[in-house]
T-cell receptor, first 109, second 114 residues
């Protein structure tokens, strides 16, 4: 069945890079997404990648896609306290999105 | 409007009462979604509207939950005879319904059932 899996927590030091990983199951997904949810707020689209791409870079964010292994990652360079949030991975499936449970990014000073 | 708007932002109700949650999607978006997010949990899909098609209600947890979308725009999620386990944040999203299915979210309604 369809399932998107993520680790629940990631702890990094301020200034280091954060890498959040995600595995998905639907090989027919066209786009894969990363959303960010800050405390008490709704979900904000961070970035997305087309399934025929391997990498997408947007300022401090780098998305890597390994379609063979159905593995998606989000790298945040120079992690700041403002990056503290829950990060959700999602794949599209027939005009709906299948969501991971979210990874809580914890920043240590 | 500029973004997805949800109201109320917070709702406290007594067990057994009915509640209505409102979502006003981005103008022109044909697809509208309702999700539920319980404390510390991911998103639970509830219902999906796309244009004039019959909604996908497969995520509604019980027949106490219903939703409608009037005129293809504003949607109301109704929970009848609320239970304590209904306490959660209810999130609404809309999308243009095109191949690139970017969903734009409202800030949610935090429902507390006492």
């Amino acid at each position: 069945g369809e399932d998107v899996e993520q680790s629940l927590f990631l702890s990094v030091r301020e200034g280091d890079s954060s890498v959040i990983n995600c595995t998905y199951t639907d090989s027919s997904s066209t786009y894969l997404y990363w959303y960010k949810q800050e405390p008490g707020a709704g979900l904000q689209l961070l970035t997305y990648i087309f399934s025929n791409m391997d990498m997408k870079q947007d300022q401090r964010l780098t998305v890597l896609l390994n379609k063979k292994d159905k593995h998606l990652s989000l790298r945040i360079a120079d992690t700041q306290t403002g990056d503290s949030a829950i990060y959700f991975c999602a794949e599209d499936s027939n005009y709906q999105l299948i969501w991971g449970a979210g990874t809580k990014l914890i920043i240590k000073p | 409007g500029a973004g997805v708007s949800q109201s109320p932002s917070n709702k406290v109700t007594e067990k057994g009462k009915d509640v209505e949650l409102r979502c006003d999607p981005i103008s022109g978006h044909t697809a509208l979604y309702w999700y539920r997010q319980s404390l510390g949990q991911g998103l639970e899909f509830l219902i999906y509207f796309q244009g004039n098609s019959a909604p996908d209600k497969s995520g509604l947890p019980s027949d106490r939950f219903s939703a409608e979308r009037t005129g293809g725009s504003v949607s109301t999620l109704t929970i009848q005879r609320t239970q304590q386990e209904d306490s959660a944040v209810y999130l609404c999203a809309s999308s243009a319904g095109a191949a690139k299915n970017i969903q734009y979210f409202g800030a949610g309604t935090r429902l507390s059932v006492l």
